[in-house]
Every structure is written in C-alpha cells, then in structure tokens.
C-alpha cells in the first residue's frame, strides 16, 4: 500500500510506490483534459451569454414605455399585452441560466487549476552576458594538512552542475570558495546547508515587510513546493524543509541567474523532493547543487562534479559531462 499526500489531500493506493505514482499521473493528466475542455466550453458560453444580454437590452428597449406619448393608447397597449404574456421574460431567464452555468463552469475550473498547478514557473530575464563562470585550476586548504584540488571548472547558462561525493571532502568549502571567487555582480542565490535561528528570524522579518503584491508571489511559490505559506508564517518552529521552502521561494522573486543550493533535499518530503527537481529542470540560469540523494542528482544534472579521496591528505574534484 502507498499513502500519498498532494495538495493537503491524501490519497491511498493498493500498490508500490512507483505504480501509485504512476496512477497518480494520470489523473493529473486526466484532469488537465478535462480543464482545456472546460475552458473552451466556457469561451462558448461566455459568447452566448454576450448575445442573451444585447437581446435583453434590446427586448428592454422595446418593452420601454419612455419616449411612448401620452396619448398614444394603442403602442401602450401592445406593450402591455407584450408583457401580461410573459414575453420580455423569456429572454431573461435564459440569460440567467446561462450565466448560473458560466459560474459553476468557473468554479470547478479554479478547483480544477489548483489540483493541477504544481512546480514553479520562472520568469524575467536571465543575465546571459554575465557567462560562462569559471575557476581556474588551483588547490585550496581544508584543515590543517589536508587539501583539495580541482581542474579549470566552468558553469554556463543553463547548466545544471551536481555536487556529490564522500562527508569531509571539501564540497561545501568548495562551494564558498567558488563564491568569493566570481564577481559580486553575478545576481545569485545561495542557500546553505543549515538554517541558523537568526537566519529564520531575519527571513521571517523580511517576508513580513514585502507589500501585498510581492507576498501573494512568495505565497504561491511555497504552494508550488508542497507547503502552506500562511501556516509557515504563523507556526512558532517550522521545519527546517519548510524553512528551506520559503528561503527558495524568497530568493526565485528576485529572479537570480544562478541558483546555488547545498543540499537542497534535506529534511523535504517525497513530493517536495519531486516539486522542488521539475521546478529546478524549469529554471532557465545556472544551478550549482550539492547532494547525497542520487534518484535527484541523476534526474537533475547535466553534468557532475565529484569529490573524491586520491591521495591520504589530499581530495580532488572530477568533471564528469
């Protein structure tokens, strides 16, 4: 059995994970059918509608005793006898029959649209001109007599640069140092392993400070990744993954070209972890990730760096394309 949580539903499937997975796409699939269907219905219907309404407005006109002089008893009585039958109403009610099924048509296309909208769409201009990024080849101290050294790396736009390899060698030393290396201009975004207390404090009080407009954007990227934006904010101690949610989310609104993330996956669950790897395949920049999670390094990268022991005190990097 597999229990799976999408969009604060939760859903039960009598099979493995992967099948259930796999039925679950589907519905979404299904559902996305049926919501281009609706919306075509609902152009149909809008046009209806425009035409019942300049019929009324014209049966209106017609059925109007303004401008009818006072003594023109025979047009008053036609208009009377129009009316005592009923006719200005026909045209009335289905004016309003259509424009109850127009409601509930956009009802259940919004109900439809929120089930649906998963990942992050990411917009602006990517900065192109500020690549490639390189290092040239060169070592770096680790601690005391331990070292790393790595060949000429370079990242372009576009390129997805997976990070792995063994605890202690040097990935996250790498990472900082790779930053202070490239020019300040570069509008990145970095997001550390671990979150500090002063760091979530400082965040809390910068979401709090973003007008209306940009907060709703804020709001909607977390939705995308699988959380309650306003449940965040209000909980005492949030998770360290929903933390880390809100940290993407802030950093995507100022539409980085180069997004470095250390070990993004940490503490997310499964449908984060999947929300968070078609989002990221979406961004059009740069992206530099460490990670111990393989399925997300495979599924991600266009190519990988790989940090690994060669001599007793001394660790390298590996391009692997």
Excluded at 229 to 243: D, F, I, Q, R, Y
Excluded at 248 to 259: C, D, E, F, R, T
Aim: glycine share 6%.
């Amino acid at each position: 059995h597999t229990v799976m949580i999408k969009s604060g539903e939760v859903l039960k499937y009598r099979s493995k994970f992967s099948l259930a997975e796999q039925a679950y796409e589907e519905t979404l699939s299904h559902k996305k059918k049926i919501l281009c269907e609706q919306e075509h219905e609902l152009k149909k219907i809008k046009k209806v509608a425009q035409v019942q309404r300049e019929k009324v407005s014209l049966v209106k006109k017609k059925f109007s005793k303004k401008g009818v002089g006072r003594h023109d008893s025979s047009l008053k009585e036609k208009i009377n006898g129009a009316i005592l039958t009923g006719k200005d109403k026909n045209d009335g009610q289905m004016l309003q029959r259509t424009l109850t099924k127009q409601r509930h048509l956009s009802e259940n296309m919004s109900k439809l649209s929120k089930e649906y909208a998963t990942g992050i769409k990411f917009e602006g201009e990517i900065a192109k001109h500020n690549f490639p990024i390189a290092v040239e080849k060169s070592c770096i101290t680790l601690f005391e007599s331990t070292e790393l050294c790595y060949p000429r790396l370079s990242v372009d736009v576009g390129d997805k640069v997976g990070i792995s390899g063994e605890n202690g060698a040097g990935k996250s030393t790498f990472i900082r140092h790779f930053m202070q290396m490239i020019d300040y201009e570069y509008d990145y975004l970095y997001i550390a392993q671990e979150i500090t207390d002063k760091q979530a404090q400082h965040l809390f009080k910068e979401v709090g400070d973003l007008d209306t407009e940009m907060k709703g954007e804020l709001f909607t990227l977390v939705q995308r990744l699988g959380s309650d934006a306003k449940a965040l904010l209000n909980s005492t101690v949030p998770s360290p993954g929903e933390m880390r949610k809100l940290l993407i989310a802030q950093g995507l609104l100022k539409h980085p070209s180069l997004i470095i993330l250390d070990e993004p996956t940490n503490h997310m669950d499964l449908e984060s972890i999947q929300l968070l790897e078609s989002s990221l395949k979406e961004y059009e920049g740069a992206l530099l990730f460490i990670t111990h999670d393989k399925t997300f390094l495979e599924n991600l990268s266009t190519k990988k760096w790989i940090f690994d022991k060669s001599k007793k005190q001394r660790y390298r990097v590996e391009e692997i394309l």
